[in-house]
């Protein structure tokens, strides 16, 4: 017999940094489950990429965040993997072109869910999204799915 598979998640920036940068309660249950193996969290170099780049604005200064310790993290909990070419998906497409990458990485390994607090993906979670079988929800909606135990 087989052990269970692990669930895969994509995580965009947004939910990142509630998670690494602002300690939000909310974020904790996927931070343990992350931490102790009960889920994947899966990106891209181009996921990566973007947060670097977003930890080095001048809004998050009042937090005097550690971007060292954020990408320590990012590195020992993150299965990076190369991003699908071409596009898996011309029916389900982002308003935000920048949130695509979310979207294409989520259907290309077959994600558990993609997280996210950005509007535009949210939009997607309704029908559209489960028709290619994804779920895209929030990671307060996530934690709540699961009894709030992270798995």
């Known amino acids: 017999m087989s052990a269970p598979r692990v669930p895969a998640l994509v995580l965009d920036t947004n939910i ?34 973007e947060l670097e780049h977003v930890l080095t604005r001048d809004t998050f ?8 310790r954020v990408l320590t993290v ?9 991003a699908a070419v071409p596009p898996l998906s011309l029916a389900l497409r982002c308003s935000d072109p920048d949130d695509q990458k979310f979207l294409e990485l989520a259907l290309q390994i077959r994600a558990s869910a993609l997280l996210s607090r950005d509007r535009a993906l949210l939009k997607l979670a309704g029908k559209a999204a489960r028709r290619h079988g994804l779920v895209i929800q ?13 798995l």
């Open 138 to 150: 929030t990671g307060t909606a996530w934690a709540a799915s699961l009894g709030g135990e992270g």
């Open 74 to 82: 990012w590195d020992g909990h993150c299965e990076l993997v190369d």
């Open 16 to 49: 990142l940094l509630d998670w690494l940068v602002f300690d939000d309660p909310s974020a904790r249950p996927l931070g343990a489950a992350v931490r102790a193996g009960r889920c994947r969290w899966v990106a891209t170099r181009a996921m990566r990429d």
């Open 61 to 68: 200064d009042p937090w005097s965040v550690d971007r060292a």
